[in-house]
């Protein structure tokens, strides 16, 4: 799956482990989601790879992956 565009985003102090990447797909041309653990970069969800499920707009991307990262939060802090 080749990158075309890539955003990172911190997300807040209490999701200090967690990092976000929004990007953009070339086939199909969709944006994804990623989220990885910020100390040692392995991935712990993907929109993409885990769910086979992509979106039309950055925006729409973002928004997902904040509510999956809300749920994984939740997990983590019981």
């Not at 070339?26 to 086979?52: F, K, M, Q």
Request: glycine fraction near 6%; charged fraction near 25%; hydrophobic fraction near 45%.
């Amino acid at each position: 799956m080749p990158i075309t565009s890539t955003a990172w985003a911190r997300l807040g102090e209490r999701a200090q482990r967690f990092c976000l990447e929004i990007r953009l797909m070339t086939e199909p041309c969709l944006w994804c989601w990623e989220i990885r653990d910020a100390v040692n970069g392995h991935s712990l969800g993907s929109s993409w790879n885990d769910d086979w499920m992509a979106y039309d707009s950055s925006r729409e991307a973002l928004l997902a992956a904040m509510h999956r990262l809300t749920e994984m939060k939740a997990v983590f802090h019981g």
